[in-house]
């Protein structure tokens, strides 16, 4: 069956905040750990931080065990929207797309300049 897909902003007014459910991002998964803040070993607020964000890099930064990878598991409820995932289908973190409108700056000239001079 078709995962539910949630955009960011969904994500984002979850932030526990005024009583609203606490939801997080990890690796493109959304989860909704509203029942779970109050047994976490790390403590509520370590969660509640990070509620309604993608909280992977603060997820991963504790080295946290597999054990707790597993319990993460528990609580998905979907995943974020093919146009606003971070990581493509092999779990690889995604390249940015260098935006168009820099050709052309003054810092572009710049840079062909050095290049220019270096190469
Ligand atoms: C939301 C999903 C999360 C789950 C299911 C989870 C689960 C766990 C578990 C099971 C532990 C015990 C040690 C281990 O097995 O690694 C732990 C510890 C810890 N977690 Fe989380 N965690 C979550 C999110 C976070 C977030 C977002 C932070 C923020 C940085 C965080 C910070 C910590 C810290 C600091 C500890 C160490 C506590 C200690 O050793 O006293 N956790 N977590």
Redesign the pocket.
């Known amino acids: 069956m078709a995962q539910t897909q949630y955009r960011l902003a969904d994500v984002q007014a979850r932030n526990g905040k005024l009583g609203a459910p606490i939801w997080?991002v990890y690796k493109d998964s959304v989860?909704d750990?509203t029942s779970?803040v109050d047994q976490?070993?790390?403590g509520n607020d370590?969660?509640i931080?990070?509620a309604g964000t993608d909280?992977t890099s603060?997820?991963q930064?504790?080295g946290?065990?597999d054990?707790?990878t597993t319990?993460?598991a528990k609580y998905k409820i979907g995943e974020i929207v093919e146009e606003e995932k971070k990581y493509d289908a092999n779990g690889k973190k995604k390249k940015k797309v260098v935006a168009a409108k820099d050709e052309g700056t003054g810092r572009s000239c710049l840079n062909t300049v050095t290049c220019g001079l270096l190469g």
């Open positions: 997080i989860y750990v779970y976490h070993p790390g370590a969660i931080a990070e909280a603060a997820f930064d504790v946290h065990s054990d707790a319990i993460l």
